[in-house]
């Protein structure tokens, strides 16, 4: 065969693969050009503090509120956590339910400009520290502890052992599987988890397992948020209005001593997989802002700035703050208050109380 | 000429070969270029730059918080797990496998219960295997060779049905017992068809490693791509991902030289068929 021959073949192989890449570039980029738009879609997923969100759209509120501003919301339950900030990061949601330390290490972390309009809880003992036959906190060093690694359980562990000035290097953290934590614990080999609600309720239903430290002793830190991509919220302020004015109107149901109160909390303790009284318990661990006003002034208290650090230390330090981070400072974080921790020219992650605000003052 | 009667010259087969491989690369590139172009940190689909520096990072450096090199760390400890698991599903297939191909009625009391066992998902049962083996190496050694050994223990049964009935006759007519039956006509014939079969499932057996490092560990390439999942980093998962297709395609290689080496006559005999 001739040179050419082949030439004139990889030309035409080249041209029809090129017109196949540039068909399918399109797919890859997302909303290149933000503008004001009309559907949004939230994810959440099963936890105590993010059930009302399920709730509220069976019970018709999104609804309600997405068409008093003229949008359509779609409020869609993802079933795996990680999946579920994977894919707000990659662009396939505006908003998302999220805890303060995931929001800042992959979108934040991943250049995805990220506003903390809710700040619906802290964790208040629904994550807890459990050991197998001990029942002192120190008694933790020198075994293997399983958690779901680079996890809130993580950074529970972190502080438990700081508050006994002991590090991480005195344990062995076994990174397991939440799914599986349950079982975990079932096994002779597995003598202290670190973990969350329902699983919590779960283990210490063993008369072995001893609660040894939880989140009420770290009260603020680990904190449940809802978070809209920051250029989104720029650009359509209405769609975190109707998401403020659809979260405090559940929670005012939610947490009212009322039948209809009552029937939202049963509602919310099945789709979660446990009854009203396994609900109820785990929002006794759990400080739910239930009035705007009490979310805002928590926003705007030094106390998220305080937290805020500890956090980004504690990324830091696993190397969770993006790749080779030069410092603890490479991602800023911008408080209600304006300032900034860290770099004020790559802010990405801000706390932001207008809407929370506004749902204090009716302005909604 | 018609098409099935074409085929391609030396060189240009060698461009054809290559081609998907570039054309997915430039794919890859035209759409991470895109996305970053968008936001310089994207991490799904990071650059070829930000993919060298997590190499280096995983490959080449020690990690503080452990003082080991994790990409070398979790390679030995997957490796270690694989081959554990591998091997035991081998022998559980040659030995059960060829017992029940040979005696009827080891075939009437298994063979039933072996075809419906490998039709059960492993994946379904973990809890059960970390309640009763624990959540260290023996259950992830346990899920792979559960996963496998089934269908191994079926296809060399199958295979030593296959053969034909007139080389059983004959050996007996010359003297043979059950055992040197199987140890001198049915073993040399069955050995390379086993490693065929094994070559089949390092697929799967890979496939049930990362499941079970997934769920509970402290090393190996499964439990890092999942650990680094929760932060979507795709510049750590991308290379794992690759490094992994790496190790499976040299297994498949040193597989077929092995049966080329040690039974040069199967290949004749398998196109002479």
């Not at chain 2, 990071?46 to 997590?54: E, N, Q, V, Y």
């Given at each position: ?81 990680a999946e579920?900030i994977n894919q707000?990061t990659v ?14 290490s992959t979108p934040?972390v991943g ?254 | ?41 994207d991490k799904l ?183 680094v999942r929760r932060y979507l980093a795709m510049d750590?998962i ?36």
């Amino acid at each position: 065969m001739s040179g050419k021959y082949h030439i004139k073949n990889i030309l035409k192989a080249g041209a029809l693969a090129l017109g196949v890449l540039a068909a399918s570039v399109p797919l890859m980029a997302h909303d290149a050009f933000a503008a004001p738009k009309k559907d949004f879609k939230l994810a959440w997923t099963i936890y105590v503090g993010w059930m009302p969100w399920g709730w509220a759209k069976d019970a018709g509120i999104v609804k309600k509120w997405a068409d008093k501003y003229g949008i359509n919301i779609d409020v869609v339950q993802v079933n795996d956590y990680a999946e579920s900030i994977n894919q707000y990061t990659v662009g396939g949601f505006d908003a998302l339910t999220v805890t303060n330390m995931d929001a800042l290490s992959t979108p934040a972390v991943g250049g995805v400009d990220t506003s903390a309009v809710i700040i619906g809880d802290f964790s208040n003992g629904n994550d807890a520290v459990i050991l197998k036959d001990k029942d002192k906190l120190a008694d933790i060093k020198g075994q293997k502890v399983n958690l779901v690694e680079f996890s809130v359980s993580h950074y529970l562990l972190a502080r438990a052992l700081a508050s006994i000035n002991l590090s991480e290097k005195d344990v062995k953290v076994v990174s397991t599987s939440d799914a599986d934590m349950a079982a975990a614990w079932k096994t002779p080999d597995v003598t202290s988890v670190v973990t969350w609600n329902p699983i919590v309720s779960e283990i210490l239903a063993d008369p072995k397992a001893h609660k040894v430290f939880d989140s009420s002793q770290i009260p603020g830190e680990i904190m449940d948020l809802t978070v809209v991509n920051t250029q989104t919220l720029k650009d359509n302020p209405a769609f975190a209005k109707a998401l403020a004015g659809i979260w405090y109107e559940t929670l005012a149901i939610m947490t009212s001593d009322t039948p209809e109160g009552k029937a939202a909390r049963e509602a919310m303790g099945k789709a979660s997989g446990t009854d009203l009284a396994g609900f109820e318990s785990q929002m006794a661990a759990t400080k739910l802002f239930a009035k705007p006003a009490e979310a805002a002034a928590f926003a705007r208290s030094p106390e998220v700035g305080a937290t805020m650090d500890k956090v980004r230390h504690f990324l830091f330090d696993h190397g969770l703050l993006g790749n080779g981070a030069p410092s603890v400072d490479v991602v800023g974080i911008e408080l209600a208050d304006g300032k900034v921790l860290g770099d004020k020219a790559n802010v990405k992650f801000r706390f932001n109380d207008a809407y929370m605000s506004d749902a204090a003052a009716g302005k909604l | 000429m018609r098409l099935v009667n074409r085929s391609p010259a030396k060189g240009w087969a060698r461009v054809l070969a290559l081609l998907p491989f570039v054309a997915v690369l430039v794919l890859y590139l035209i759409a991470s270029a895109v996305r970053l172009s968008e936001n310089p940190a994207d991490k799904l689909l990071p650059s070829l730059a930000t993919i060298g520096d997590a190499i280096v990072r995983m490959a080449f450096t020690v990690d503080v918080r452990t003082g080991t090199i994790p990409l070398w760390n979790d390679t030995a400890a997957s490796l270690g797990r694989l081959f554990a698991g591998l091997g035991i599903a081998t022998l559980i297939g040659a030995v059960l496998g060829i017992a029940i191909g040979v005696l009827p009625y080891l075939r009437a009391l298994l063979g039933q219960f072996v075809a419906v066992v490998s039709m059960v998902p492993p994946l379904a049962i973990l809890p059960i295997l970390f309640i009763t083996m624990g959540l260290g190496e023996a259950s992830k050694i346990a899920l792979i060779a559960i996963g496998i050994a089934p269908l191994l223990v079926r296809d060399i049964a199958l295979r030593v049905m296959d053969m034909p009935h007139q080389q059983f006759i004959k050996a007996q007519t010359l003297g043979a017992s059950s055992w040197t039956l199987v140890l001198r006509v049915v073993l040399p014939q069955i050995l390379p068809r086993l490693i065929d079969s094994v070559r089949l499932q390092i697929g799967p057996a890979w496939l049930f490693l990362i499941s079970a490092e997934a769920i509970a560990s402290e090393s190996g390439l499964g439990y890092r791509i999942f650990l680094v999942r929760r932060y979507l980093a795709m510049d750590v998962i991308l290379p794992y991902v690759a490094w992994i297709t790496f190790l499976a395609f040299l297994m498949e290689i040193a597989l077929v030289l092995l049966q080329r080496r040690a039974f040069p006559w199967f290949a004749a005999a398998r196109t002479a068929q």
